[in-house]
């Protein structure tokens, strides 16, 4: 009986953690900053190629962005149901991000890439 009871808490707190986090689209639609990155809870600084990189998501669905002083371009998709962005840039290439959380201030993404699926990206609209 008892177990059915903690059963039944578990997954309920597990819906409502879940949901707690509802995302907007217009909620991205900003000039994103680099801010840092962290992997497991430790906090490095861009490096100094890195320094000035971004990403504008823009209302009509694209997105501009400097990577070590490459400026791309693209279009983005965001999936509310995944919580995750796919960018598809000038070259066709798609990348997905998910979105481990974010405020007005502040965005944190994860990539889909092997490399670094274990890093988050740490991004600020404020400079």
């Given at each position: ?10 997954f ?71 919580g ?6 000038q070259?066709?290439?798609?990348v ?8 007005s ?23």
């Amino acid at each position: 009986m008892i177990r059915t009871i903690l059963t039944t808490l578990v997954f309920i707190f597990s819906i409502h953690y879940g949901n707690a986090q509802k995302i907007d689209k217009k909620d991205l639609l900003k000039n994103w900053h680099l801010y840092a990155y962290k992997i497991k809870n430790k906090e490095y600084s861009p490096s100094k190629k890195e320094k000035n990189d971004y990403i504008f998501f823009k209302d009509d669905m694209t997105y501009t962005s400097l990577s070590e002083g490459k400026k791309e371009y693209g279009a983005w998709i965001f999936n509310t149901n995944g919580g995750y962005i796919m960018m598809n840039d000038q070259k066709k290439e798609k990348v997905k991000a998910y979105i481990i959380s974010l405020t007005s201030k502040t965005l944190v993404l994860r990539f889909d890439i092997d490399e670094i699926r274990a890093l988050e990206v740490h991004y600020t609209s404020i400079l």
